[in-house]
């Protein structure tokens, strides 16, 4: 048994939690119900004689609690070895798997990079699960917009809409499709961004995340398996202009992006305005043993965008007062409690709001609005209203909450009253409770749990 890891240590070989080496290369990390998904490549065999490729095997699939330790739940999208013409036969190519949950659909939903070896196929594949373990369905692949469709990711925003990015017009450009409302189709809406000539200065392996109202898109250059200096971009709407700000790393061989490639940036689960880049560094010759380089991102007061050459650093140092730094929880908070402005307690699997309490002192929030914030930057998923009359509510629901319960406390009545609009709710019986099939619900109601 591999020992349980205390830290990261960006290009040492990763175990999972059979002391395994973890093959999910050229992937991308999803948050879900309280648990990292990380889907990628698996390339656990031989390079073919004389090439700088593999077989493919598949997708993989490991999860995590803690982003340390990695639980392998096994090849979710395997390859077809029995039809030469399936576009997952071991001598296609299925490429950089990214996944999504639709709170819509309850369904989670892979794209991918799907080719030939010549790499002029160029397409985007989609496949589909009921559960994040899989299995998924592959469902085929297209040419989003009619363009051919290399490198790429998905992106979905706080209102639930999502996004493909994908390299196209033979890296000439990088193209942004907002996806069908089941996220199965990349037919909508599109721009084409930080166009170049071609390669090596044309980018490739987007990677796409949003911070404070402002989106970001790292991506690298077009040098294959040699690593090159990566770059970012910024924009205040995915569909709107982007702009080029340079390198964001910083450090040995920033140049080179510490001799890696940039894949995913995640998102952390309670941190507080915390992003970790996730990197592959590449072993053309012997691909099986490809590298992870993970390295927390850092900003500016202007926003500017940064990543340091870490040698080893502590995940704490991103999750330290977030329930994930705290397995442990209680069965409900007292409502004497403190949630002072930027605090949050790590103990908790409730927020309670009271209309006679206040969002800034001790005891229950005032607002189911504040609720919800601190319920988003924690991790909880529970809130509890307690007696009392809530006026004028205003409450938007996304995906990310999908899974949060909203309840009246036991044996209590609470009224919400006048031109509220609960997106995202609906009723049960004489209860109201988050679910993932969008709704409005309008009026005065009183009900109890």
């Not at 200065?201 to 294959?224: C, D, M, N, Q, W």
């Not at 982007?242 to 940039?262: I, K, M, R």
Request: hydrophobic share 35%; charged share 25%; aromatic share 8%.
């Amino acid at each position: 048994m591999n020992p349980s890891p205390s830290s990261m240590r960006p290009g040492a070989v990763w175990c999972d939690t059979d002391g395994q080496p973890i093959q999910a290369h050229g992937g991308g990390v999803m948050f879900h119900q309280g648990v990292y998904y990380w889907y990628g490549e698996n390339k656990d065999v031989p390079n073919m004689p004389g090439t700088e490729r593999v077989e493919v095997v598949g997708v993989s699939c490991y999860s995590s609690r803690d982003l340390l330790n990695w639980k392998n739940e096994g090849v979710v999208l395997p390859a077809v070895p029995d039809d030469p013409d399936s576009e997952l036969h071991p001598l296609k190519v299925v490429e950089r798997p990214k996944v999504l949950h639709n709170a819509r659909t309850g369904k989670f939903v892979m794209w991918m990079h799907i080719d030939e070896i010549g790499y002029q196929y160029a397409r985007a594949g989609v496949a589909v699960a009921d559960r994040p373990e899989g299995p998924f369905t592959y469902l085929g692949s297209v040419r989003p917009c009619d363009a051919d469709s290399r490198d790429l990711t998905v992106f979905q925003d706080d209102d639930g809409a999502a996004y493909l990015v994908t390299g196209v017009l033979w890296h000439s450009a990088i193209q942004i499709v907002r996806l069908s409302d089941d996220y199965l189709r990349a037919d909508g809406e599109f721009v084409r961004v930080l166009q170049r000539p071609g390669p090596p200065t044309a980018r490739e392996s987007p990677a796409v995340f949003k911070r404070r109202g402002r989106y970001y898109l790292v991506s690298s250059g077009t040098t294959g398996w040699k690593p090159n200096e990566a770059e970012y971009a910024v924009a205040d709407r995915m569909l709107g202009e982007w702009t080029t700000q340079g390198n964001p790393c910083t450090g040995p061989d920033a140049e080179l992006t510490f001799h890696a490639q940039n894949t995913h940036v995640l998102p952390v689960a309670g941190g507080d305005d915390a992003f970790i880049v996730m990197f592959d560094r590449w072993n053309p010759h012997n691909l099986r043993d490809s590298r992870y380089v993970w390295l927390p991102a850092e900003f500016s007061e202007a926003g500017e965008l940064r990543i340091p050459w870490r040698d080893e650093w502590s995940v704490e140092m991103l999750t330290k007062g977030s329930p994930m730094a705290e397995t442990v929880t209680v069965d409900r908070i007292d409502s004497r409690q403190a949630y002072a402005e930027g605090e949050v307690l790590r103990k908790t699997s409730a927020i309670y709001v009271n209309p006679a309490g206040s969002d800034d002192c001790e005891g229950p929030v005032a607002t189911l609005a504040r609720a919800l914030e601190i319920a988003r930057s924690t991790g909880v998923r529970r809130i509890v209203l307690q007696a009392g009359r809530y006026m004028d509510v205003a409450l938007q629901l996304g995906p990310q909450d999908s899974d949060l319960v909203i309840e009246a406390a036991e044996g209590e009545t609470v009224t919400l009253v006048g031109g509220h609009v609960l997106t995202g709710w609906t009723d049960e019986g004489d209860d109201c409770i988050a679910c993932p099939v969008p709704g409005v619900r309008e009026g005065t109601r009183d009900f109890r749990s």
